[in-house]
């Protein structure tokens, strides 16, 4: 029976693999989640055949409700709440990992092996930090707690006194496994930890966040694995783990930032020492346009890109956009989109949205396959997107976002920016862009002003 | 060091070498769809929760363990479900 249970293990493992491979295409991706979805279906039932699963009620139970509550999530999500879907999702994952292992400390203690041991206070710590992590970060892009960089005086002491409280203590109950207290110390303050980690990162630094707490949740079961000794726990988990660690890199390299300058609590250091000096120095006349005008403009184009920023999600705009570039491609005009790899709240935010509102997905390019079309293109419409379109990332040194990859749309014949005001984004700094010679603002709430400026390009 | 150990922590470098392999090869556009699907599958701990859930004697790692079964189960059943929600939507021209 135990070969039985392995292999089926192993078979497992597999469909995960081929399901993550299938994810390279949008055209077998949904095949791919049916792959994984099946691998872990035959890890269930195989474990529920398990000689150590003796009683069935608690399991029936905790099957029944975790099912439901999963179900109700998903259907109920909106594409604009993902992120914060994602972010709960996370903290589940390492919250499971925290209890597994602290459920295997009680059920064997106090004859704990030291590699068990050790995989046990790894896994407090990791799945811990991630479970609350994740619900700090659901709270934050829920609007439930601020969204702006929060600090106070000796945040990183604090933060690094608990980690070494975990190690330390993790090490002392390694030693001494029959201390219950402090394994349960060491989860409490692990919990603290990802509280607090979290806790001071601002919402557009959420990306990396967001990515980073992935890859945990992947890390902390990985150790898990450990504990039980089971390799597929082993498996999954550092494919999960490889996966956000590539996405946090990206998210990283999206911002020129190194991953230790967002964990400490980021931008608004570099702004506090640079920013001030930038801001004085973009000066000029801003022109804006109505509706009216802006549709004249896009009349006589031939193509367009537009660039959606998080202000398109808050506005959930959308699907106006969608309206817009069909009216755009009904009069012959080439619509492409180009998408900043840190637009929005997570890795491929934007995406996600437009998929959504029935934007075909090879309209969609990434900054570095779009990013020389900008010359030859008449006009780049920027719908509430900010930091990622500043030209000073290019050429100021003295900007807290020079040398952050940016989208060249300063090179299209005409600019035209669609945002509420004139306010800074996130970085805290002026955009010299809504400022250029090329450049025209169009303001207003991003549903409003595109469905406005469809309708007129309809009646021209 | 016991062969079994070293066995685990070989499985674990060479799997995060194929996930590396594999991720790398996942375009920008479907980011997020990968986000929600690969935390679906580290809900994987689905599988230690029941082995903790479904103990002989009902203790404390019992306790622990339906717990665990709940959080994995969200996990998995939510992350699955709103993957594929996702993933429907994308289509080319």
């Known amino acids: ?460 | 060091m016991d062969i079994n150990l070293l066995m685990l922590i070989y499985i674990f470098v060479l799997a995060i070498f194929v996930g590396f392999e594999l991720i790398t090869k996942v375009p920008p556009t479907l980011h997020t769809p990968l986000m929600s699907g690969s935390n679906a599958i580290s809900g994987i701990t689905i599988v230690g929760a029941l082995l903790s859930a479904g103990m002989q004697q009902f203790t404390i790692s019992t306790i622990l363990g339906l717990v665990a079964v709940i959080f994995a189960m969200i996990n998995v059943v939510g992350g699955f479900l709103v993957t594929d929600r996702m993933l429907k939507m994308f289509k080319k021209k």
């Open chain 1, 1 to 460: 029976m135990n070969i039985v249970i392995d292999i089926s293990y192993l078979i497992s493992s597999i469909f995960f693999i081929f399901g993550i491979k299938e994810l390279s295409s949008p055209k077998t991706a949904r095949r791919g989640n049916l792959y994984a979805a099946i691998g872990m279906l035959i890890a269930i039932v195989v474990t529920l055949l398990d000689k150590h699963v003796l009683t069935y009620e608690w399991i029936i139970v905790g099957i029944i409700i975790g099912s439901g509550i999963g179900t109700i999530m998903a259907l109920k999500v909106k594409m604009t709440g993902m992120p914060q879907m994602v972010g709960m999702l996370n903290g589940f994952g390492g919250g499971a990992s925290t209890l597994v292992a602290l459920s295997e400390y009680y059920k064997i203690n106090p004859n704990i092996p030291i590699n068990t041991g050790v995989a046990i206070v790894l896994s407090l710590l990791i799945g811990g930090v991630t479970f609350t992590g994740s619900m700090i970060a659901f709270a934050k892009l829920q609007g439930w707690i601020t969204g702006k960089v929060i600090k106070y005086p000796g945040q990183h002491i604090i933060n690094l006194f608990l980690l070494l409280f975990v190690l330390a203590a993790g090490t002392y109950v390694v030693i001494y496994p029959s201390l219950v207290n402090v394994t349960v110390a060491i989860t409490a303050v692990s919990l603290v930890l990802g509280v607090l980690l979290v806790l001071p990162i601002g919402g557009a630094d959420m990306p990396v966040a967001i990515s980073l707490l992935n890859s945990y949740s992947g890390l902390a079961g990985s150790t898990t694995g450990f504990v039980l000794g089971n390799s597929e726990l082993i498996i999954a988990g550092a494919l999960v783990g490889a996966s956000g660690i590539i996405l946090t890199n990206i998210m990283c390299k999206g911002m020129n930032r190194s991953l230790m300058n967002v964990l400490l609590g980021g931008w608004s250091t570099a702004g506090s020492t640079g920013g001030n000096t930038s801001t004085t120095s973009v000066k000029g006349d801003v022109k804006s346009v109505d509706s009216e005008e802006a549709a004249m403009i896009f009349d006589s184009a031939s193509s367009v890109i537009i660039v959606p920023g998080y202000g398109m999600a808050v506005a959930q705009a959308q699907h106006a956009v969608r309206d817009l570039m069909n009216a755009l491609e009904k009069k012959g005009i080439r619509v492409r989109f180009a998408i900043h790899p840190v637009a929005g709240r997570m890795p491929g935010h934007m995406n996600v949205l437009l998929a959504e509102a029935n934007v075909p997905y090879d309209r969609l390019y990434a900054l570095e396959d779009i990013n020389d079309d900008f010359n030859n293109t008449d006009i780049a419409l920027i719908i509430g997107a900010n930091d990622v379109v500043n030209p000073a990332a290019r050429h100021d040194q003295n900007s807290p976002i020079y040398g952050m990859p940016i989208l060249n749309v300063d090179y299209a014949k005409t600019v035209i920016i669609n945002k509420r005001s004139l306010n800074v984004g996130y970085a805290g700094i002026d955009n010299e862009l809504f400022f250029g010679t090329n450049s025209l603002m169009y303001f207003g709430d991003a549903k409003d002003a595109i469905t406005k400026l469809t309708n007129e390009i309809k009646n021209l």
